[in-house]
């Protein structure tokens, strides 16, 4: 398997290196991602904002804060703690700190996530590249080559050709998938500040003025 493997690599040639690269590159990207969306950034957005409810309708602003606090990486946490900070404020206020929040935690979200595809398209062109000046190869030992080299010479061009193709394609398909899950979870992070941020603003504002919460309608 190994050997197998190994020489499949040899007889792609030298674009098989580049594409090698952008696979390391790729893979980097996918894991650096994967840890923060799921272990920094991500939370429990339903069982979290349960509890700021709960806190809120208490008037336990202090207890609320501290409950954000226990999860500082995480990003819905420093949004809502934003808001929380300004809780006796007004609804201006609290929907400033709130966006001010929101635009900090979102960079660190969304970034290096829509690298993937590009990473991908690199791949998969770098393959394209390969095969072509495979071709190129194998044309011209057909044009010019020794009769008694030429089925040497049109196979290794051919094995250039369809091994970078293939490679470029194996390296491409992972990272193509792996963008639209981690973009998948982006999007879910971001949805969820968007959506709570905003009731914790109504929150704020119906406590302040004494009325019914949103969130229990």
């Not at 404020?89 to 001010?100: S, V, W």
């Not at 194996?170 to 193509?176: E, G, Q």
Request: charged share 15%.
């Amino acid at each position: 398997m190994l050997a197998g493997l190994a020489k499949f690599y040899t007889d792609g040639g030298f674009w098989m290196h580049p594409i090698a690269l952008v696979s390391v590159f790729g893979i980097a990207i996918v894991v650096e991602r994967f840890i923060f969306l799921f272990f920094k950034y991500n939370i429990n957005a339903n069982q979290f904002m349960a509890q700021i409810q709960k806190l809120v309708m208490a008037n336990n602003i202090d207890r609320a804060i501290k409950l954000c606090n226990a999860a500082p990486s995480a990003a819905l946490p420093k949004v809502i703690k934003a808001g929380l900070t300004r809780a006796n404020k007004g609804e201006t206020e609290i929907g400033n700190a709130i966006e001010e929040a929101t635009l900090e935690v979102i960079p660190n979200i969304t970034k290096r996530t829509s690298m993937l595809q590009s990473v991908a398209n690199i791949a998969t062109l770098l393959g394209l590249l390969g095969t072509i000046i495979g071709l190129i190869e194998a044309f011209e030992a057909v044009a010019t080559a020794p009769p008694d080299m030429k089925t040497q010479m049109l196979t290794a061009s051919i094995s250039i050709a369809m091994n970078t193709t293939g490679f470029g394609l194996v390296v491409a398909i992972p990272l193509m998938a792996s963008h639209i899950f981690l973009s998948n979870t982006t999007k879910k992070i971001m949805d969820e500040i968007d959506q709570y941020s905003v009731k914790l603003q109504n929150l704020l504002v119906s406590r302040g003025k004494g009325a019914q919460s949103p969130l229990d309608r």
